[in-house]
């Protein structure tokens, strides 16, 4: 994601709690990027907290959100309490919300519900999602765009 926004974009504010993406997009002379603070992750090289008062300031237009777990039923799910509460944060102070998710993401739940489905606008994913969890997906309403 960060790669497409560099490609993409000449100017933007990007909130991250992703050191890696900050480290992408240091070289982008128009760009803001806003780290979130917290505690280091250092499987995931993130930053988390239950509780930042950072994000709770911020209005987002786009939330770009990944997940570990994307269930028709379930919802949005993630690993790390940390990262889901982050997710979370996000989720509530953002316009709109899409979720970028390999298909090997769908029809698994992860231990931390991050939120229902239906709190999400759009799903992107790649073509090895079944045809059976694309319909199913597609059918309660929600927008799935899979790429090739």
Known sequence: MALALKEHFQKLTVITNS?????LLADC???????????FNKEEFTLTDDSTPLLDRLHVDIFFMSATG???V?????QGLGEARFQQQML?????TIVLADS???GHASLVKICPIGEVNLIITD???PEDMIHTFRESGNQLVVTA
């Open 19 to 23: 050191i890696q993406n900050a480290l």
């Open 29 to 39: 002379p128009g760009f803001t990027i806003i780290l979130t603070g917290g505690v």
């Open 70 to 72: 994307v269930d028709p």
């Open 74 to 78: 379930i919802g949005c799910t993630d």
């Open 92 to 96: 509530q102070n953002a316009s709109r």
């Open 104 to 106: 090997s993401k769908f």
């Open 127 to 129: 073509s090895g999602v």
